[in-house]
Each structure stands twice: as structure tokens, then as C-alpha cells.
């Protein structure tokens, strides 16, 4: 079953975190470890970080159907950080993944309890579709 | 540069795309598929994934002692992720053009057009640091 | 002497021009003739280790190209239903008349010359020249951009799609074409250089060493045109870059910033062969803009530690380099350098004219040497506020990891 883990952890507007250099290394460091551990477990099927969300677009089809770009969004919208899509059997192996995640080190070297999204990745359309 | 093109919807717009009627989903299918296809065919698709409804949706934190605790409650107005392209082109433009032509894909039009999130994917190699 | 089995991975890339050349020369159809070389190249990596590397490695392949072409002609023929003594015609050329052609050494410039036509985009170019040229496998050269396989061969069909629509030939290009044609081979293999390699984020294969594969190629153009000062001096430039590769990241992958690498980790070999390579070009008088960055690049080298450095003649590089090309690029480097010969404020003061180039708004890069130069200034909270700003913008993640830990590092004495 696949499955993606998603950190919905940016906000417009926001900087990059201000914290200590040692709680930055240690939290770098962390991040390489799980990405490391999941491929070696060969549960890793993909991750990826994304830009930071000043660089995001919101696009939209003109009535000509010319892309017109919006780079204005609410200070309360979640921006997607990053994610890792993991293949595993059961779904507690997903939230097992994704417990560890959460708990990375932030400042003071304390877990950051980041809330991770677990979805169910599908490998066709959704049959209630069809 | 590689980009993420994602199309998301609240609870209510996947509760909303549900009751399209079948003609209109199927058409949104094919064109789904004839565009994932044309992004293969052209050399630019480096991922595509569309996710399960968000009815199993679980946000998942860690317990003190690292297990998962897992919560399904989310806001009205959360912004699901549907599904995402990532794309390998040469300039900004072309993900905006590209993910103008998802915005102005098929289905009914009594709320316009989709907007599709627009974002850079971390990659590159590292420059050389002075 | 017949090559070691586990040699002949190189060899294979080596013959790989020289055998699509040679099949182009008989068949005149680029695009199936490359897939040809191709899959001979595949029957070559899968019989070779069990049956050893053929007495004459470059027939075999020619062979086996040669046959795929006739066959693949022949199914052509039968499907546009074109006269029989057409076919017979095939049958009757010997694969032997097709080898040993006198104008080999000429193939792999013209293949570099039609991989890297204008008809192509960047990323089409390399994908092909890899492909063509390099003798890499499209997985090799999927994996070295993480893009999936299929992907990576539609684009590489669609590029020789491009050449054949151009209407390209496979001949040297005239003389009036020559300087323009030859920029463009030299600014592909410029790019694959700087692709170096990224972190990886999938999975831990064996990934290729782009640098290498671009030093190799360029050796190949050098040997081919070894009067081209451009040629040398990009060669050289590559050679000089390369060799601070093994100091250039640390163990968990962070990038180590030139000024504090280890040096004793820099490779004197290649230094040396950048330095002697670049001393004979410039003893010809002539000075373009790859023997210019060559020979910054050498000054750094020449350096024993980082205070050594010859900044003034450093400085004085970036002036000549600057007059030739409008890079904003240059000018940022050319700020820094400035910095270290007059003082940070002057560095400051070049960058203004950037802010308002459109190339470079919104730029990381304009924010990251603001904010070193700033640092420099002993501006801290100005420096502090750039690296991060710098930092949300780049989309490299060891450079954004880079930047971060300095904006944290400036942070921290700021308080003590």
C-alpha cells in the first residue's frame, strides 16, 4: 500500500527557522537519517522538499486559456514543505512513519510534534468514479 | 527546474465532485489521463500521484514515548491535496502554461476554473560556496 | 592487448561516437542509426562479461549496429512497399566496407556539433550529446537527472526529432558557422559540468559523476581541436573546478564554502594539468571568456591556504571578464572580489547597480552575497536578515541547509 506523509508546515510570508546552529544541525541531520533508514528499509518510494511558499503561484486558466499567476495568498493557508511517499503493508506502518516524522528536533533540541498528513495514495482512479 | 503542480479541494468540493454527473467525470478522467500522457510524451513528467479521498485522512503527531496518535477531525475550510504532476521544465512559465491547461480541464464550470498551487521542487546541484 | 572485461565499460563509451558515426556515414538516418549503436552498445554490456571483449571491439559493434539498421530498413521497405532490388542492395554491402573510414576522427566533433544545434533546448541538447556522444545508457543518463527512464527517452526522441526536422546535416559546419556552432558544444558541455551532482533524494543507486562525464568529452574536443584556446581554457577550467570536488561538501553532504575547505583534500593532479593546460593557451595571445574563469580558478588553486589568496589579481580577472560578457553572475563575483582587495563597502557599492537588473530580482544569489559582504561590513543584523531571505529563495537544499546554519551561526555570536 502506498501511502504519502505530508508536512504542512509553511505559512506565506514566513521566514526560514531562527533557531540555534547546533538545534539546526541536529535537526538537518535527523531529516537525512529518516530518509536514509527509509531507503535502506526499501519503504521509500519517493521524498521531496519544496520552495518556500514566496515562490508559489496559484494559477489559473484566462478565458483564453493563458495561464494568469497569483502570488498573493492568506496568511492562514497551509503550504505544503515537503513529503515522502512510503510503500508499506499496513497503515500503522504509515502513522509509525509518520509519528517519527513529527517528533524531528527543532529549537532546544525538543521534538516539534509537527502534525504529518497521512493519506492513502491511489494507483488508479477511485473506483467510485468509473 | 522541476515544479509541483497541485490541484486541491476542501471536504465540500470532493463531497461536490462526487455528485458530477458521470459523463463529466469521465471526461475529467480522460483528459487527466491524455494530459499525463502528453507530459510523458514531451519529456517533462518526472511524477504524477492522485491521492484517496480525504474521508481517511489522519493528521499524525508522536506520544511522548514516540508511538502514533492519530486524529481524522479537520477543519471546513482544510485544503485537501487531490493529486500533484512534477514537471522538468526549462523556465516558470512553462509549469504556469502547463498547469493553466489542468485549470481549464473539463468538468462543470459553474465555479470557473480550478486553481492549481504552483511550486519549485528542492533540486539542483549545490553551487560552490565562496 | 585485449581489454580487461571490467575496462570495457569505458571503452564502450569511447567507441560509442566513433561507431554512430561510422553507421551514419553508410546509412544517413541519425535518428535510427543511434538507436542502433544503441542497442548494439546493450548487446555488447550483456555479452562481452561472458564471452570477454571481442579482437576488434569497434567491428563487433559496427556489426551488430549495422545489422539492426538493415533489418529495421528492411521492415521500412516492406512497409512502404518500395522495389525488392532495393533490398537486395542491402544485402550486398559488407559491414567491412563501413569500417576503418578515414574521416572517423572527425564524427565525434560533427556529433557534437548536431547534438548541441540551436534547434535544440538546454536540457534536450545534453540529454542528447550524453546519449550520442557520451555513450551513456538513457538510464544512466535518467538516473543522473532523477527523472524517470521513460521520460528521459522521450525527451532524447524528441530531440533527434528536432535534428531531423532542422534539417541538420552530418557534415562540419562551414567556416562562417564554425565559431557560433562550436559556443554552443562548449556551453552544453559547460552546463553538464555544473549539473554535478545532487543529493539524492531517491533511491542510493550508483549515480554517474556528470563532471567526469563532461572533463571526458571536453578532452575529446580538446584532442580533436588542440589550437582551440576556448576549448583548452574550458577544459582547463573544468579540470581546476573539479579538483576541489572531494572538499567542497563534508560528511553528512553540507556544503564547505571555498574559503574553508580543506586544501590538502584538493586534487594536485588535476591542478597541475589545469595549470599547464592554461599556461599554453594564454602564451597564444588570444584571452576569451572560459580561459578567463580558468585562470580565477587557478589563482584559487595556486593558493596554499585560503590568506594566501591573490585577491588584487583576482579582482583584475573579473575586470577583463566583465567587459566581455554581461553575466550578472560575473558582477556578483566580481563584487566579492572587489570586497576582498578594498574593503567590503566597495563590494556593497557594486551591488547596488544589480538591484535593479531584472535578471537578478528576487534572486538568491543577489541576497547571499549581500549578506556576506554585509558580514564582511561587520553589519551582522543586516547579513543575518539576507542569508535568510537568500535561504527561502534558493531551491538547492544544501545550499538553503548552507545558508540557514550561517544566518544561526551569525545569530549566536550576535548575542555573546
Not at chain 1, 36 to 50: F, M, Y
Not at chain 3, 79 to 106: K, W
Not at chain 3, 288 to 299: C, D, E, M, R, T
Request: net charge negative.
Amino acid at each position: 500500500m502506498k501511502y504519502i506523509l505530508m508536512m504542512n508546515t509553511m505559512r506565506a510570508g514566513e521566514s526560514v527557522p531562527k533557531w540555534p546552529t547546533k538545534d539546526l544541525q541536529a535537526h538537518i541531520a535527523f531529516m537525512l537519517n529518516l530518509n536514509k533508514s527509509l531507503r535502506e528499509s526499501g519503504e521509500l518510494v519517493s521524498a521531496e522538499g519544496l520552495a518556500f511558499p514566496d515562490q508559489a503561484r496559484l494559477v489559473r486558466a484566462g478565458k483564453d486559456g493563458a495561464p494568469i499567476t497569483d502570488g498573493v495568498f492568506p496568511e492562514s493557508k497551509e503550504f505544503l514543505a515537503g513529503f515522502w511517499i512510503v510503500q508499506v503493508d499496513t497503515p500503522e506502518r504509515a502513522y509509525t512513519i509518520a509519528a517519527r516524522a513529527s517528533a524531528a528536533p527543532g529549537p532546544g533540541g525538543a521534538p516539534l510534534n509537527m502534525p504529518i498528513e497521512v493519506r492513502q495514495v491511489m494507483s488508479g482512479p477511485p473506483p467510485e468514479m468509473l | 527546474m522541476k515544479y509541483i503542480l497541485m490541484m486541491t479541494g476542501t471536504k465540500a468540493d470532493f463531497d461536490w465532485y462526487a455528485t458530477w454527473p458521470k459523463r463529466d467525470l469521465q471526461a475529467q478522467l480522460a483528459f487527466m489521463h491524455s494530459f499525463t500522457k502528453e507530459l510523458k510524451d514531451s519529456g517533462v513528467l518526472v511524477a504524477t500521484e492522485g491521492l484517496a479521498f480525504p474521508n481517511e485522512a489522519k493528521i499524525v503527531r508522536a506520544a511522548a514515548d514516540g508511538s502514533p496518535i492519530t486524529d481524522g477531525v479537520f477543519p471546513e475550510s482544510k485544503e485537501f491535496l487531490a493529486g500533484y504532476w512534477i514537471v522538468d521544465v526549462e523556465t516558470p512559465d512553462q509549469a504556469y502554461q502547463l498547469a493553466a491547461r489542468v485549470s481549464a480541464g473539463p468538468g462543470p464550470k459553474d465555479r470557473g476554473n480550478q486553481p492549481i498551487e504552483v511550486r519549485p521542487v528542492m533540486s539542483g546541484p549545490p553551487p560552490e560556496m565562496l | 592487448m585485449t581489454p580487461e572485461p571490467d575496462n570495457f565499460e569505458h571503452l564502450l563509451r569511447e567507441l560509442a561516437p566513433q561507431v554512430l558515426g561510422a553507421v551514419i556515414r553508410r546509412f544517413r538516418d541519425f535518428s535510427s542509426a543511434e538507436d542502433a549503436v544503441q542497442e548494439a552498445l546493450v548487446a555488447a554490456a550483456l555479452q562481452w562479461p561472458r564471452e570477454g571483449v571481442p579482437d576488434n571491439p569497434r567491428a563487433w559493434l559496427i556489426q551488430v549496429a549495422a545489422r539492426r539498421m538493415t533489418d529495421y530498413l528492411r521492415s521500412e521497405v516492406a512497409r512502404r512497399r518500395r522495389e525488392t532490388a532495393a533490398v537486395m542492395e542491402l544485402d550486398q554491402v559488407a559491414p567491412s566496407a563501413i569500417i576503418g573510414s578515414a574521416a572517423d576522427q572527425d564524427d565525434t566533433l560533427i556529433l557534437l556539433f548536431m547534438c548541441c544545434h540551436s534547434a535544440l533546448t538546454s536540457s534536450s541538447a545534453i540529454a542528447l550529446t550524453l546519449r550520442a556522444v557520451g555513450g551513456l545508457t538513457t538510464n544512466e543518463i535518467a538516473i543522473a537527472f532523477l527523472v524517470p527512464e521513460p521520460t528521459m527517452a522521450q525527451r532524447i526522441s524528441r530531440a533527434k526529432r528536432s535534428i531531423k526536422d532542422s534539417g541538420v546535416r552530418f557534415s562540419l559546419p562551414t567556416s562562417q558557422e564554425r565559431a557560433q556552432r562550436l559556443g554552443a558544444v562548449l556551453h552544453v558541455l559547460y552546463l553538464i559540468f555544473n549539473e554535478g551532482y545532487t543529493s539524492s533524494a531517491g533511491p542510493n543507486l550508483q549515480r554517474l559523476e556528470l563532471s567526469h562525464e563532461a572533463i571526458r568529452l571536453t578532452r575529446a574536443v580538446h584532442h580533436l581541436l588542440p589550437d582551440d584556446a576556448e576549448v583548452a581554457g574550458l577544459l582547463a577550467l573544468m579540470l581546476l573546478t573539479d579538483a576541489r570536488r572531494a572538499a567542497r561538501t563534508g560528511s553528512d553532504g553540507e556544503l564547505i564554502p571555498l574559503t574553508k575547505q580543506d586544501r590538502a583534500l584538493w586534487d594536485q593532479k588535476q591542478i597541475s594539468e589545469g595549470l599547464a593546460l592554461l599556461t599554453k593557451t594564454l602564451s597564444k595571445g588570444s584571452i576569451g571568456a572560459y580561459q578567463l574563469q580558468a585562470s580565477i580558478a587557478a589563482v584559487h588553486d595556486e593558493a596554499g591556504r585560503a590568506e594566501d589568496t591573490d585577491w588584487p589579481q583576482i579582482l583584475a580577472l573579473y575586470d577583463l571578464l566583465k567587459r566581455m560578457s554581461d553575466n550578472p553572475m560575473v558582477t556578483l563575483n566580481h563584487a566579492i572580489a572587489a570586497a576582498m582587495v578594498h574593503g567590503p563597502a566597495a563590494g556593497l557599492e557594486l551591488l547596488h547597480g544589480l538591484d535593479t537588473d531584472g535578471r537578478l530580482s528576487g534572486h538568491h544569489r543577489l541576497d547571499a552575497v549581500r549578506a556576506h559582504l554585509l558580514e564582511m561590513a561587520g553589519d551582522h543584523e543586516a547579513a543575518i536578515t539576507h542569508y535568510r531571505i537568500a535561504a527561502s529563495r534558493t531551491t538547492s537544499l544544501p545550499e538553503r541547509n548552507y545558508l540557514m546554519t550561517q544566518a544561526a551561526r551569525l545569530d549566536e555570536s550576535a548575542g555573546d
